[in-house]
């Protein structure tokens, strides 16, 4: 499985930016997907997660009404759109799968991760 996030880039506070995550390497619609992001000198943290049909979606409290994952299974991609940026979502990005298809472990179970994407948001 491979996972290539883009999007990312500078922007300032209050601005909008929309990350996204193609995937290959098996069928994309039978697995849900996730989103974290790290910021330096802190944990990966998760951010938020779309089931397989795209019907079920979980996000961290810090995002709620700022951020919408989204996908589009015909082009094996999954969406980041980000709005009212704050400085505090400065981190490096990455989108993530799990390894059981059919599943709904939002926050846990990713096994694949992509190399990540660095978004910066300034004051």
């Known amino acids: 499985v491979q996972l290539q996030a883009s999007g990312g880039g500078l922007v300032q506070a209050g601005g909008s930016l929309r990350l996204s995550c193609a995937a290959s390497?098996?069928?994309?619609?039978?697995?849900?997907m996730g989103w974290f992001r790290q910021a330096p000198g802190k944990e990966r943290e998760f951010v938020a997660a779309?089931?397989?049909?795209?019907?079920?979606?979980h996000y961290a409290d810090f995002v709620k009404g700022r951020f919408t994952i989204s996908r589009d299974n015909a082009k094996n991609t999954v969406y980041l759109q980000m709005n009212s940026l704050k400085p505090e979502d400065t981190a490096v990005y990455y989108c993530?799968?799990?390894?059981?298809?059919?599943?709904?472990?939002?926050?846990?179970?990713?096994?694949?991760w992509g190399q990540g994407t660095q978004v910066t948001v300034s004051s």
């Open positions: 993530a799968a799990p390894t059981e298809n059919r599943s709904w472990y939002p926050v846990t179970g990713y096994e694949y």
């Open positions: 390497g098996r069928t994309f619609s039978n697995y849900a």
């Open positions: 779309i089931s397989w049909s795209g019907g079920t979606t």
